[in-house]
């Protein structure tokens, strides 16, 4: 059974720092994995996209230079370092999964499947 669960969520001031983790189990070769996020009253945002094989990722321009995705060696655990968080960071966030080829553009992938979401709120 696949199985996505975040950790690391909580409340921190503006300018502080949270760690995001992602434990996947079910599959193990997750070629892409991502993390995204929601705010109320707003859609689904990608946040960052992680090719496990090529250990490629990119970010959304709103968090480059202040959040880095990292894994594990055995690529179970996915990693969302954030640093100097504002108010608009505050959101639900969701890893996301799937089994896409090798070196796929991550970007582009339909991730079929989705964490139950840990809360991040920034306060200012």
């Known amino acids: 059974q696949v199985q996505l669960a975040e950790s690391g969520g909580g409340s921190v001031q503006a300018g502080g720092s949270l760690k995001l983790s992602c434990a996947a189990s079910g599959y193990n070769d997750w070629n892409c994995m991502g993390w995204f996020r929601q705010a109320p009253g707003k859609e689904r945002e990608a946040v960052a996209h992680?090719?496990?094989?090529?250990?490629?990722?990119t970010y959304a321009d709103s968090v480059k230079g202040r959040f880095t995705v990292s894994q594990d060696n055995a690529k179970k655990m996915l990693y969302l370092q954030m640093n100097s968080l504002n108010t608009d960071d505050t959101a639900m966030y969701y890893c996301a999964a799937g089994p896409a080829p090798p070196y796929a553009s991550c970007e582009a992938y339909e991730y079929p499947y989705y964490g139950q979401g840990t809360q991040v709120t920034v306060s200012s």
């Open positions: 992680h090719n496990t094989a090529g250990l490629r990722t």
